[in-house]
């Protein structure tokens, strides 16, 4: 399952970085990885999931939102 999994992240990576600059796809994929990571961290292993926690992973969602819709103007 991880090698699929990367290999799957990979070639997204490389088909996001055919359409949008590589900074901000590289700043996306990054930042989908930090908040997944968080995320399944919180379902599955009860990790604390307290006011500032929840809005620092809202930020950073919403930044990487942002990058994506500044890059296609």
Do not use: C, H
């Amino acid at each position: 399952m991880f090698f699929v999994s990367i290999t799957l992240s990979f070639y997204f990576l490389n088909k996001a970085t055919q359409v949008i600059p590589m900074g901000t796809a590289y700043a996306v994929w990054t930042g989908i990885g930090a908040a997944g990571t968080v995320i399944v961290g919180i379902i599955l292993f009860k990790e604390p999931s307290d006011f500032w926690r929840m809005f620092f992973i809202f930020l950073l969602i919403g930044s990487i939102l942002g990058l994506k819709f500044v890059s296609n103007a």
